[in-house]
């Protein structure tokens, strides 16, 4: 127990006493000093991003940029001297991770990039195999005022494909093969990218020899390796080469059971959809960073495409037979849309997915096929990434379109500011 000394005679201090002082001081102060570097938010319906039962009326704490308490009110022991946020009537979920994007590879176009997909609640996101230049690499090591973190694969690997980006390398032998992934890991990239696509018959696509050089060298080096695909029997030689991940769903026909029981023997597995448009008008009002010429446009082939919904119903079919299978289902839009996230999301809703199945898909299945434990989650000690929202995703997936506000690693996102800057480069 603390008790004040209550002689009142004067003591000379020697170092080691004086130590020893400092200590009993710190013991003895009061649990509760420091909240004044500490902020409270509270009464927002709170999506925690691991599948469980969202927090109705929570309470969660910012140290820094940590989460620092999570909780149902009542339950949290609030810092005294906190500053609070009264969130009552919204709901937050954490920010969105974006596992295949294409962005820039020149520094400040991809910083705006990543600013970009700040505005739209990403905290984290992936430029999968076109990063040909050091800017990239740079980057990834920084952190961006109003932006996404970053990571990279790096430059991808395929095979020979003249008339398409140089950026991949192409190889031609297993030897080939290896020097890439070889150089790839002195990079140190994040992931590695393949590309096994004939592309309509234009190429001979990356065979069995060769890729599987490529994932047998990636996982000598402990990095994993991520496919973009198409074919069906492509996804089966994938799969008995050890491939970690799909960077889209089968997209020539629908799965079958050798498929699914192939897939059920590697429990890690990872499929990302990349579902296609759905060939219907969508509402794209929500869109606040795009000129009203360039939204014109974008509207003109907001219309109905028979082809593309007998496209979409393929890949919708194979993504509701792996989900329901309990296949581990993780997001990533492709390209470089910033805001393609929500609209990837609300696909995949429509592939019969549940909101919650989805949003845990965006967060925390995502920062799980990415290795990174401090994301993913509204949880203590997590990085404190997340969104506020208006309206409940999990009534319908498009509110997490209603951005009130993002917070990355505990700050807020400037999204006027970053608004201001894309529409201003975008208009020049």
Not at 98 to 105: D, R
Not at 289 to 300: A, G, Y
Request: contains cysteine; negative net charge; hydrophobic residues 45%.
């Amino acid at each position: 127990m603390c008790r004040p000394n209550s002689d009142s005679r004067s003591l000379v201090l020697t170092p080691g006493l004086l130590l020893v002082a400092l200590l009993f001081a710190a013991a003895c102060a009061p649990a509760d000093q420091g909240g004044a570097n500490a902020t409270v938010f509270e009464g927002a319906r709170l999506i925690v991003g691991d599948g469980s039962a969202a927090i109705e009326d929570a309470v969660f704490v910012v140290e820094g940029d940590r989460f620092t308490l999570v909780g149902p009110r009542g339950e949290v022991d609030v810092p005294r001297g906190a500053a609070r946020v009264d969130l009552t009537g919204k709901t937050v979920m954490p920010a969105i991770i974006n596992t295949h994007m294409h962005l820039p590879t020149e520094r400040e176009a991809l910083i705006t990039q990543l600013q970009h997909n700040a505005y739209y609640g990403a905290g984290t996101v992936v430029s999968l195999g076109l990063d040909n230049t050091d800017a990239p690499f740079q980057v990834r090591g920084e952190t961006v005022p109003n932006g996404a973190r970053y990571f990279t694969a790096g430059r991808g690997i395929t095979s020979l494909e003249p008339g398409r980006s140089e950026a991949p390398y192409w190889v031609t032998s297993e030897a080939e093969a290896r020097t890439a992934v070889q150089e790839l890991a002195a990079k140190q990239v994040d992931v590695v990218k393949i590309w096994v696509d004939d592309r309509n018959g234009q190429y001979q696509k990356l065979g069995p020899a060769l890729y599987g050089a490529v994932i047998d060298e990636a996982h000598t080096r402990n990095l994993r390796v991520t496919a973009h695909i198409f074919a069906l029997e492509d996804a089966k030689g994938l799969l008995r080469a050890g491939l970690d991940a799909f960077a889209h769903s089968v997209r020539d026909q629908d799965v079958d059971d050798e498929f699914m029981a192939m897939i059920r023997e590697h429990p890690n597995f990872v499929q990302i959809p990349n579902l296609p448009g759905r060939g219907v008008p969508t509402d794209l009002n929500w869109l606040s960073t795009i000129p009203p010429t360039e939204l014109q446009e974008i509207m003109e082939g907001n219309v109905e495409r028979p082809q593309a919904q007998a496209g979409f119903g393929i890949q919708a079919r194979n993504l509701a037979r792996l989900s329901g299978a309990g296949v581990k289902v993780a997001m990533g839009t492709d390209g470089g849309n910033a805001w393609a996230a929500h609209v990837e999301m609300e696909d995949m809703a429509a592939a019969g997915m549940t909101p919650a199945q989805v949003i845990t898909a965006a967060t925390s299945t995502s920062a799980e096929w990415l290795q990174l434990p401090d994301v993913g989650t509204v949880a203590t000690g997590k990085i404190a990434d997340f969104l506020v929202l208006d309206a409940n995703p999990l009534d319908d997936i498009t509110n997490t379109r209603r951005i009130n506000a993002v917070y990355l690693r505990g700050t807020a996102v400037d999204r006027e500011a970053v608004r201001a800057r894309v529409l201003g480069q975008t208009t020049q």
